[in-house]
């Protein structure tokens, strides 16, 4: 993907309305706009799929996409599928493939309806992806997938998003010692991102449990040169906000450091450490329980969406929290 320049505004609209269609995915089967109240009928009669990995992918699915240089994106979370497919849809990408595809409301319904449905599209990101090379799912190939992709093409970036869980597989363990087998100079770079949202499926990640010293010391002693972005403010949007500028520098960084690697200074290459909430922007709690920010936003925040009033009305208030009739009309189409 080829950026635009950056332009704060544009990507956080862009991020609220692929997090809109991603929730609406998960949940919807009708009434995909909020034209009317949320009803039970609206609801999925079986709520499967993963939440809390998509903020995350979709905050750096745009950062990357708005900046400017000719950047692949290796996803290694693929069970977040509808946040790759909300975005790879809301870029006209997913019409190219797929005529029903249409970036209005017919393409919405197509979208929801379709999602993790016999006939229709995966649970997880699949060949039928557009632009997939790996597919996530099973986790821990993104990273060495990514070496080989490179190799030979010194005019290539792939950027490359790495769970926190998938982190601890030996595979991409041992994938982190390729920086010193392949070199960027001949071939092309890569960029690592660790997505930090400190949970794999019921369970804090190792990487969420050190302090930040411990994670860059290990990033430096495979080889590579650390550089944080951190989502983190207690308000989703400013937390949004502020990693979008984190992300910028941290891009500026990386690539000066690609550049001094293509003279052949022995630098360690750039390894970004994406640090969120997971199932940022989010419901809070539910009955007391932490939702954002914890394992309980791994799948289906609300599971009785269709049968609980109360639940109901929280994802009502979560889909209108994205303020999507700012970003869409029936008339005019997406206004991003
Ligand atoms: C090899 C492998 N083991 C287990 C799983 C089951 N699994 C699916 S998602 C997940 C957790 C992934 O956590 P993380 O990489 O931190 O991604 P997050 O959803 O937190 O972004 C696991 C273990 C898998 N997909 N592949
Ligand atoms: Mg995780």
């Known amino acids: 993907m080829k950026g635009s320049g950056y332009q704060k505004e544009k990507i956080l609209r862009k991020i609220r309305a692929a997090n809109y269609l991603t929730v609406a995915?998960?949940?919807?089967?009708?009434?995909?706009?909020?034209?009317?109240?949320?009803?039970?009928?609206?609801?999925?009669p079986r709520l499967l799929g993963h939440w809390g990995t998509c903020?995350?992918?979709?905050?750096?699915?745009?950062?990357?996409?708005?900046y400017d240089?000719?950047?692949?994106?290796v996803v290694g979370p693929g069970h977040g599928f509808p946040a790759l497919q909300a975005n790879l849809f809301l870029d006209g990408e997913l019409e190219k493939v797929d005529e029903n595809a249409t970036r209005d409301k017919n393409g919405i319904a197509y979208l929801c309806k379709k999602f993790s449905w016999p006939g229709g599209f995966p649970s997880h990101a699949s060949p039928i992806t557009p632009g997939v090379i790996c597919e996530g799912?099973?986790?821990?190939?993104?990273?060495?997938?990514?070496?080989?992709?490179?190799?030979?093409?010194?005019?290539?970036?792939?950027?490359?998003?790495?769970?926190?869980?998938?982190?601890?597989?030996?595979?991409?363990?041992?994938?982190?010692?390729?920086?010193?087998?392949?070199?960027?100079?001949?071939?092309?770079?890569v960029l690592?991102?660790?997505?930090?949202?400190?949970?794999?499926?019921?369970?804090?990640?190792?990487?969420?449990?050190?302090?930040?010293?411990?994670?860059?010391?290990?990033?430096?002693g495979f080889g590579f040169s650390p550089i944080f972005v951190k989502a983190t403010n207690e308000d989703a949007e400013l937390?949004?906000?502020?990693a979008i500028d984190d992300f910028e520098n941290a891009l500026k960084t990386s690539y000066e450091i690609f550049t001094k690697i293509k003279k052949g200074e022995t630098v360690n290459p750039p390894f970004i450490i994406m640090k969120t909430d997971k199932g940022l922007t989010g419901p809070e709690e539910l009955n007391g329980t932490k939702i954002r920010g914890n394992f309980k936003s791994h799948q289906i925040p609300l599971l009785n969406a269709?049968?609980?009033?109360?639940?109901?009305?929280?994802?009502?208030?979560?889909?209108?929290?994205?303020?999507?009739?700012?970003?869409?009309?029936?008339?005019?189409?997406?206004?991003?």
């Not at 903020?55 to 708005?66: D, E, Q, R």
């Not at 240089?69 to 994106?73: L, N, R, S």
């Not at 937390?239 to 502020?242: D, G, K, V």
């Not at 269709?306 to 189409?333: C, H, P, Q, V």
């Open 137 to 189: 799912g099973e986790l821990g190939y993104a990273l060495a997938t990514s070496y080989g992709f490179m190799l030979g093409h010194p005019e290539k970036t792939v950027a490359v998003l790495i769970g926190d869980g998938e982190f601890e597989t030996a595979t991409a363990l041992a994938s982190m010692n390729l920086n010193k087998l392949f070199s960027g100079q001949k071939n092309g770079n």
């Open 306 to 336: 269709k049968t609980d009033e109360k639940e109901l009305k929280i994802l009502e208030n979560w889909l209108k929290s994205y303020r999507m009739n700012e970003l869409f009309n029936a008339e005019k189409g997406f206004l991003l």
């Open 25 to 44: 995915q998960l949940f919807l089967k009708d009434n995909f706009l909020l034209e009317k109240p949320l009803e039970f009928d609206d609801i999925k």
């Open 69 to 73: 240089e000719d950047i692949e994106f």
């Open 55 to 66: 903020p995350g992918i979709t905050l750096a699915y745009n950062c990357l996409k708005s």
């Open 239 to 242: 937390a949004l906000e502020y």
């Open 192 to 220: 690592p991102i660790l997505h930090l949202n400190g949970y794999k499926i019921s369970a804090p990640t190792i990487a969420g449990r050190k302090s930040e010293r411990e994670l860059s010391e290990l990033l430096r």
